[in-house]
């Protein structure tokens, strides 16, 4: 044993008289301000899209539905469940959160008996550490996935306004891979969707690069695959948890994508041929998206469908609504290739109560659709309105996509603020570019900025394209020069659209008046169906609610042999009309179960 | 901690610097580089404390990260020196010489990510994970998600509900419309 050994404990001595180096109370000292500690989640603000529950590299956290949360479009009422048995405060969590609902507080004191109670829902199961202020969160800037879209490749507005060639060119396979990977496929727009396409589904499809098994997954719910990859309303956007913190994903590109990448002539093999005839024979009014997606769906189920339709082409509204540089006749075309291709008949420039009656349909068919759509434009029946160069805008839609040679006028003026007048608006504009090389459309709408009906796409390219829009106007007269021509139309702004009731009862400032110069005025402003081929018998035995054929959750009328889909029962949208003509075949096909059953 | 920055820039090659905190800053480093500034460090600047030595895994950069954490005590602050490797048979030199503790930190980079440090003592020897043969399971690439499923019995009472299908049973249950 050496000198030093014996000494040591003495040394030791000295420490006595100095400053601890240990905390007095280390049971309250707070951690630092980043610290990762328990969790904290703002109920409100999340939306239950349970990524964070995919990130756990653990399996520590459950999707569980909670007291005080309702499940509702863009919520899915289901919020996370911390095991703490497993739970390694990694924070992967936060980091990867769509709302920045989930966060840390800085607390790391938790004493229970009971280990179950370890297992809790933050911001559900109060705690005292829910408003603590300091923890970690998710620094500003860092992101797992990319909050920022991938632009659509679109031709410039000095490219495209003198044409109608379509102006989107759709995703490279490399831009529609990088969209892909920022979709967390939690399946929340799922329920947006009118027709509950397997959206997730798909663009997984994309990211594995299977576009045959997305196309499948496409046609499983949605035979106007191609036309709504276009010009689908895209309400699913609207709830998409990447909107929360950045531009919801494209989901419409991605599904255009998906179209693009299968060739043609794969598609029908890829979706499936028809089952086996069942000598059922149902007939359907109007080829447009409601009554053609029947028809896929109920050929497909080996009945006999005949379509009839008034007008030379099918694909409805989708053709001789939107216009062509949105929504090329080519691709219509494809679509209706391949529904008529499972064995449907189409009757051409058949009108139904002129060339056909409806009691002869009734008595050659086992069921029948009225698929008819909102074809007949309103007027605002201002003064003047009747004048001969007031136009509905569905009708010169119509003309315009008809191939008919319309001789634009060098000023006009449109009614309305919805995406039937920006149509309006920027086809005029192109004519006008074509025949006069200037462009002079003013479009009034009674809305505000704020609350336009119009897809804010459609409103920043017709800004683009130099159509003039004019927000809070409320239209007074369809102004007439001394010669008897057109001179424009007089607008009041508007103060207030609906009444106390919720009412349409517009209030002007009739102080603030002015006159938009144009040779035509055009109204867009809503459209309703021409039900008179329905004939008087049938119109008097129907229910109607507010001139609307009444129908029941499954589409069908009071007279058990009709049912209706489309924007004559609820619309106008593509997308709803394919969800309500999937709805009427389902009904359809519910009640030749039933019959079997009977006999 | 700026001036000790404006003090090291130029010497060590210094391409990247962030003050986390008043006290805390980190620089990248160079490979050649790092023995040098850490001798700098320990003996002329005060950081005599290698606090920790640890791995990032930035697998779609192909590279680790490796940080060297150090302490000055009488001024009461830290320094994180981090260095880029390749992920490709990762190798680094060992600075068990300039701090013995180094040691146990390499070996357990080695257990963790795969990454050498030759000359290291024991550095091949299983440092916690006895009888490990997957892939070092903090890689990124080690399924740690898939290994927590295998390796740990689920607690009772666990369920969880897929978020879309969730939506269906309380908004459509039928597979209809809703408006």
């Given at each position: ?285 109007g080829a ?18 005949t379509v009839y339709e008034s007008e030379s082409h099918a694909g409805g509204?989708?053709r ?16 209706i290739?391949?529904?008529v291709?499972?064995?449907v008949e189409m009757h051409y420039n058949t009108r139904v109560?002129?060339d ?244 | ?179």
């Amino acid at each position: 044993m050496s000198v030093r050994d014996l000494l040591s404990p003495f040394t030791a001595w000295k420490n006595l008289f100095r400053e601890p180096v240990s905390i007095k109370d280390p049971f309250n000292r707070p951690a630092s301000e980043r610290y990762r500690g328990f969790h904290k989640n703002d109920s409100e603000k999340c939306i239950g899209c349970g990524t964070c529950e995919a990130i756990c590299q653990n399996g520590a956290i459950d999707m569980l539905p909670a007291d005080g949360v309702a499940t509702q479009p863009g919520d899915s009422g289901l919020r996370p469940r911390i095991d703490y048995g497993r739970c390694c405060w990694c924070a992967l969590c936060v980091d990867v959160c769509m709302t920045g609902s989930l966060t840390m507080s800085n607390e790391y004191k938790w004493v229970e008996a009971d280990p179950d109670k370890f297992r809790f829902m933050p911001g559900v199961d109060k705690k005292h550490w829910d408003d603590y202020e300091d923890g970690y969160r998710r620094p500003d800037g860092h992101r797992l996935n990319a909050p920022e879209r991938i632009d659509m490749p679109e031709l410039a507005p000095a490219q495209r306004i003198d044409s109608f060639v379509e102006m989107v060119t759709g995703y490279t396979v490399e831009q529609a891979q990088l969209e892909a990977d920022r979709c967390v496929t939690c399946g929340i727009c799922v329920a947006t969707c009118p027709t509950h396409m397997a959206i997730p589904d798909y663009i997984r499809a994309i990211r594995d690069g299977d576009y045959e098994r997305g196309l499948k997954l496409l046609y499983d719910s949605n035979p106007f695959s191609q036309i709504c990859g276009k010009v689908c309303t895209r309400r699913c956007e609207t709830t998409c948890a990447a909107s929360h913190e950045g531009d919801p994903i494209a989901i419409r590109w991605l599904k255009r994508h998906i179209t693009e990448q299968v060739p043609h002539e794969r598609y029908r093999e890829i979706i499936g041929a028809p089952g086996p005839a069942t000598g059922r024979k149902i007939a359907i009014v109007g080829a447009g998206p409601a009554g053609m997606t029947a028809a896929f769906d109920l050929a497909r189920a080996g009945h006999q469908v005949t379509v009839y339709e008034s007008e030379s082409h099918a694909g409805g509204m989708t053709r001789y609504g939107i216009p062509e540089y949105r929504l090329p006749s080519d691709t219509i075309q494809r679509e209706i290739d391949l529904i008529v291709s499972m064995g449907v008949e189409m009757h051409y420039n058949t009108r139904v109560g002129t060339d056909i009656s409806m009691q002869q349909l009734q008595q050659d068919n086992d069921a029948v659709i009225l698929a008819i759509g909102l074809w007949m434009g309103r007027s605002t029946r201002i003064p003047g309105s009747d004048h001969a160069n007031v136009f509905k805008a569905v009708d010169l839609l119509r003309r315009i996509r008809d191939g008919e040679a319309i001789e634009a006028p060098k000023s006009l003026v449109v009614i309305g603020g919805g995406n039937v007048a920006m149509d309006i608006a920027r086809s005029m504009a192109r004519l006008q570019k074509q025949q006069h090389g200037e462009i002079a459309v003013t479009l009034t709408a009674l809305e505000d900025k704020a609350h336009f009906l119009a897809d804010p796409v459609e409103i920043k390219e017709s800004i683009e394209e130099q159509i003039h829009i004019l927000d809070s106007r409320g239209p007074q007269e369809c102004v007439i020069g001394d010669q008897g021509g057109l001179v424009g139309l007089r607008t009041w702004k508007v103060l207030s659209i609906f009444d106390e009731q919720h009412r349409f009862a517009p209030s002007y400032d009739e102080n603030d008046e002015q006159l938009h110069k144009g040779e035509w005025v055009i109204e867009a402003i809503g459209q309703m169906s021409d039900v008179s081929l329905l004939g008087e018998e049938l119109t008097e035995q129907l229910e109607w609610n507010r001139g609307r054929l009444q129908v029941d959750d499954d589409g069908r009328t009071s007279e058990s042999w009709l049912w209706a889909a489309g924007d004559c029962v609820k619309g106008p949208d593509v997308v709803t009309a394919v969800a309500t003509g999937h709805k009427v075949a389902a009904s359809i096909e519910a009640v030749f179960a039933q019959q079997e059953a009977q006999t | 901690m700026e001036t000790l920055y404006a003090r090291l820039k130029e010497p060590f090659g210094l391409t990247d610097w962030v003050l986390q905190k008043p006290d805390l800053c980190f620089v990248t480093v160079a490979r050649e580089q790092l023995r040098p500034l850490l001798l700098h460090l320990r003996d002329l600047e005060g950081f005599t404390h290698l606090v920790l030595l640890t791995a990032v895994d930035w697998i779609e950069e192909d590279r680790f990260q490796l940080t060297y954490l150090l302490h000055d005590r009488a001024k009461a602050r830290d320094i994180g020196v981090r260095l880029m490797l390749p992920r490709e048979d990762a190798s680094m030199d060992s600075i068990h010489e300039l701090w013995p503790t180094a040691a146990t930190y390499q070996r357990e980079l080695r257990e963790m990510f795969g990454i050498d440090f030759p000359g290291s003592p024991r550095v091949n020897e299983d440092f916690i994970l006895e009888g490990w043969a997957d892939l070092p399971p903090y890689r990124r690439d080690f399924d740690t998600l898939q290994y927590a499923h295998e390796a740990y019995a689920e607690r009772a009472g666990r369920e969880t509900r897929d978020p879309a299908r969730h939506m269906k049973e309380q908004l459509y249950p039928d597979g209809g419309q809703d408006d």
